[in-house]
C-alpha cells in the first residue's frame, strides 16, 4: 500500500503548450489537478548579419518559459494542503542553452525548427554516415538531435563554442534557474546521437564529429536523481519551500510511455500523441537490425527500458492550418469544429505524406500540403474538411506503416495501441488509427506526459518500489476509452498507394 501525505508537482512542457499538474496518492487511489497551462512555441525574429544579410531565426522565449513555470509552481503551492514533496521537469527531445563562465547565456536559445539545420544532415554525413552514427547510437539521422546542432556551431559560430563552459538541455537550463544544476537526465541525452546505444555514455567518435569537448557536455544522471533544492528565494516567493529538484524522466515521450497502461510489453503499440506523434514499443535492449536502420525506427533510453519508435509528424500540420485560417477568418476554430469537418469529408479521397519534409515547416502549411498533393498527381481537395481529413488519414496511415516496420524488427505481433497524451481525446483520429492497422485501440490517460513525471517522482521519494507498481494506481483512477475498428478494407489499398511514392 502506497504511504500517504506527499504530493509532487510536475512541469510538462512541449513545443506548443507548457503546463504545470500536482499528483498525489493516498489510499491506494491517486488524484491528479492541473494548475496552471500556457502557451509555448517558437518566435520567429530576424537577424542583420555585418555585411548586412538578413536571415529568419526562430528562438525559444526561454524567460518567460521560466516565469511561467515559477507562476505555476506558486499555483501548486495553493492547490494543496499537503507539503509538495518535489518537482520533476520533462520536455521536448531537442535544443540546449549554452553557458559561460559567469552562468550566463551565450545566445538565445534556438528552436529545432530554425531552418539553420535544413541541410545540416547532409553535411554532417561526410564526417560519419548514416549506418556509422546508427550503428553507433541505435537512432536515426534527424536534423534535431543535439548532435546535429553542435556540429552547426562547430562549422559556423566556434565562437560561441569557444565561449563555452556547460551546454544545458532546454529541461535543464530551467532545472538550473530553479536549483543551479545544470545536470542533463539519461532519457534526454539518450536522444541527442552523443551517446552510445542503450547507454548514457558519451561516445569520442561522435564529440569529435560535433566539435565539442566532453568537458562542456552536462553530468547526466539517472532517472529519479534528487538534482538540489529550490532555490530560497524562489522557496519563499512559490510558498513551496525548501522541496527537492528531482531529474525526472527529461524526455517527454519517456514520460509518456511510462504512463502508458501496457499489460504486455510484446503485444502492446504505443503512440504518445499531440504535435509529434512517437509511434513504438518498449524492449530491455536496443536492437540494432537492418530491419530497424531500414524502417529509420529509434532506440531511445538506456538498456532495461529502451524504446523502439518513430517519429511521426503528429499534429503539428493541423495545428499550423487552423492558425492561418483564423487569422484569415479574424475569430478563433474551435477543436470541435474541426473535427466535425473532417468527419463531414470523404473517405481517403486524398492522400498525404505527414512526414514529407516539405511539411515540416514551411512558411505556409496548406500551400505545402496542396503542393504534395499536386506533386502525387491527385485532385485538390475542395474545402478545409477534406484536407483535415486528408492529414488525419495521412497519419493513420503512417502509424499502420510503423506498426508494421515494428512488427517485422521485433517478430511480435501487436494486439492492442495505446494512444496516450493529448492527442488521445482525439476521438476521429483514434478511430482512423483503428481502422488503418485493423486493432483496438485504448486511448488515455490524457495527461500521460505529467502522469509519467509524478510516477518517477513518488519512486524516488520511496512510496512505491518501482513505477509499474505506482501506475497501477494510476490505472484505476484513470479508465481508458477503446475504439474498436470498423471498415479496414480500404486503408490497405491507401497503403499501398502511399509506400509506392517512395518506390
Not at 205 to 211: D, F
Not at 324 to 345: N, P
Request: net charge negative; charged share 20%; hydrophobic share 45%.
Amino acid at each position: 500500500m502506497a504511504q500517504t501525505g506527499k504530493a509532487f508537482a510536475a512541469v510538462d512542457l512541449g513545443a506548443s503548450g507548457g503546463k504545470v499538474f500536482v499528483g498525489s496518492f493516498a489510499g491506494g487511489g491517486f488524484e491528479l489537478r492541473e494548475v496552471h497551462r500556457f502557451d509555448n512555441g517558437g518566435v520567429p525574429t530576424w537577424a542583420v548579419e555585418a555585411d548586412g544579410t538578413v536571415t529568419e531565426k526562430i528562438y525559444w522565449d526561454v524567460l518567460n518559459l521560466f516565469n511561467q513555470v515559477v507562476l505555476g509552481l506558486r499555483k501548486a503551492a495553493d492547490a494543496t494542503e499537503v507539503p509538495i514533496e518535489s518537482i520533476g521537469i520533462d520536455t521536448w527531445g531537442a535544443d540546449a542553452g549554452l553557458l559561460n563562465e559567469y552562468g550566463e547565456l551565450l545566445s538565445p536559445v534556438y528552436c529545432y525548427r530554425d531552418h539553420r539545420l535544413d541541410d545540416v544532415r547532409d553535411e554532417l554525413s561526410n564526417v560519419l554516415s548514416p549506418r556509422e552514427l546508427f550503428d553507433i547510437t541505435g537512432l536515426p539521422s534527424q536534423p534535431f538531435y543535439l548532435l546535429n546542432q553542435l556540429f552547426w556551431l562547430k562549422c559556423n559560430r566556434p565562437d560561441l563554442l569557444a565561449m563555452t563552459r556547460c551546454v544545458v538541455p532546454i529541461g535543464s537550463l530551467l532545472q538550473y534557474h530553479l536549483c543551479g544544476s545544470t545536470a542533463a537526465e539519461q532519457t534526454w541525452m539518450a536522444v541527442q546521437e552523443l551517446t552510445m546505444a542503450g547507454t548514457a555514455d558519451y561516445d569520442d567518435r561522435l564529440l569529435e564529429a560535433a566539435g565539442v569537448d566532453r568537458s562542456i557536455l552536462p553530468e547526466v544522471v539517472a532517472p529519479g536523481t534528487v538534482v538540489g533544492l529550490l532555490r530560497p528565494d524562489l522557496a519563499e516567493a512559490t510558498g513551496l519551500g525548501p522541496c527537492k529538484i528531482v531529474a525526472t524522466k527529461m524526455h517527454d515521450t519517456a514520460s509518456a510511455f511510462t504512463a502508458a497502461p501496457v499489460a504486455d510489453r510484446r503485444k502492446g503499440l504505443i503512440i504518445s500523441s499531440g504535435t509529434w506523434s512517437l509511434v513504438g514499443r518498449i524492449l530491455d535492449e536496443p536492437l540494432l537490425s537492418d530491419a530497424v536502420f531500414e524502417g529509420r525506427l529509434a532506440n531511445e533510453g538506456v538498456r532495461g527500458d529502451v524504446r523502439l519508435l518513430r517519429n511521426v509528424m503528429g499534429t503539428w500540420p493541423v495545428q499550423q492550418l487552423r492558425e492561418a485560417w483564423m487569422r484569415q477568418d479574424g475569430r478563433e476554430i474551435s477543436w470541435d469544429a474541426i473535427a466535425e469537418l473532417a468527419q463531414a469529408a470523404p473517405v481517403l479521397a486524398t492522400l498525404v505524406d505527414v512526414d514529407d519534409q516539405a511539411i515540416y515547416n514551411p512558411p505556409d502549411m496548406e500551400a505545402a500540403i496542396r503542393a504534395q498533393i499536386a506533386r502525387t498527381g491527385q485532385a485538390q481537395p475542395s474545402g478545409r474538411g477534406e484536407l483535415l481529413r486528408a492529414v488525419y488519414e495521412g497519419l493513420a496511415l503512417k502509424v499502420r506503416e510503423v506498426n508494421a516496420f515494428l512488427q517485422e524488427a521485433t517478430g511480435d505481433r501487436h494486439e492492442v495501441i495505446h494512444v496516450v497524451g493529448g492527442g488521445a481525446r482525439n476521438g476521429l483520429l483514434n478511430q482512423f488509427i483503428a481502422d488503418a492497422t485493423g486493432l483496438p485501440v485504448k486511448a488515455g490517460p490524457y495527461e500521460a506526459t505529467c502522469i509519467g513525471n509524478i510516477l518517477v517522482q513518488a519512486v524516488a521519494a520511496g512510496q512505491f518500489p518501482d513505477t509499474q507498481t505506482a501506475r497501477a494506481a494510476v490505472d484505476a483512477a484513470l479508465p481508458t476509452v477503446t475504439v474498436e475498428p470498423e471498415d479496414s478494407t480500404c486503408w490497405a489499398a491507401a497503403a499501398d498507394a502511399l509506400s509506392g511514392w517512395h518506390g
